[in-house]
Every structure is written in structure tokens, then in C-alpha cells.
């Protein structure tokens, strides 16, 4: 995530500033390392023999594998309580409760303003 944010960070000063080689190879640099599609990259899919053939290191492959077992490490550890005054409490009382209300006008207003709103139309049309 972090390379795919920095090479759009690249690819709209770029489009600010206008293209400066710089940008580029560093774009070109982070999608290789990352394994990401860019303008500036393709993605080729062959196979094992192919990349035997033509000496390609498969450093995707061991990223891969290495984001599966971070992932089966997290998995496997739960969640984990971040709370800095567990020991302590900052306070002693859990919070207020605002609930329970109609908002800034209580029902029985209502319904005396919607009892003169009918009183008043009986009137007008008499």
C-alpha cells in the first residue's frame, strides 16, 4: 500500500510539474520491487519453465509467501487490547448517556403546536 500511495504521490506531481526522468525511474523502481503495474511497467505471466529459461528471479513469489505467513501470524495471535490506562482508569464513572429525547423540542410542545395549527384551520375555514 505504501508503494502504490508513494507512486501516486510521483505520478500527479508529475502531472503538476510536468516529467522529469527522476520521477520516472523512481516510479519504474518502486512498481518493479513491489511487483505493481504503472505506466512505466507491464506485467508479463509466464511460466516456471519460462522463468528458468530466461533467468528471472520469482522475488514475487517469496513475497507472497512471506505475506501469507505474516497474515497466518496475525491470524493466530488475535486481537490485541491497546488500551493505555487499563491499569488505571481515567475515569470512574462510564460516560453520560444522551439518549432518550426528541431533540431540541419535547413531545408534548409538539403536540400543542400541531393542536393549535388544527384549531387554527377549523377557524379560517368557517
Known amino acids: ?15 503538476y510539474f510536468g516529467k522529469d526522468q527522476d520521477s520516472e525511474h523512481a516510479i519504474r523502481d518502486l512498481a518493479m520491487q ?3 503495474v504503472t505506466d512505466y511497467t507491464s506485467m508479463i505471466v509466464m511460466t516456471e519453465e519460462q522463468f528458468a529459461a530466461h533467468n528471472i528471479d520469482r522475488k514475487n513469489k517469496q513475497r507472497v509467501g512471506n505475506e501469507k505467513q505474516a497474515r497466518q501470524q496475525r491470524q493466530a495471535q488475535g486481537v490485541q487490547d491497546n488500551r493505555v490506562d487499563k491499569q488505571q ?8 448517556s444522551h439518549s432518550g429525547s426528541g431533540g431540541s423540542l419535547g413531545y408534548g410542545f409538539l403536540i400543542l403546536i400541531l393542536g393549535l395549527t388544527i384549531g387554527r384551520v377549523a377557524r379560517v375555514k368557517r
Not at 500500500?1 to 502531472?15: R, S, V, Y
Not at 482508569?89 to 453520560?96: A, C, D, G, K
Request: charged fraction near 25%; avoid cysteine; aromatic fraction near 16%.
Open 34 to 36: 513491489y511487483s505493481l
Open 89 to 96: 482508569p481515567m475515569y470512574n464513572s462510564p460516560r453520560p
Open 1 to 15: 500500500m505504501w508503494a502504490f500511495g508513494k507512486i501516486e504521490d510521483l505520478q500527479d506531481k508529475m502531472a
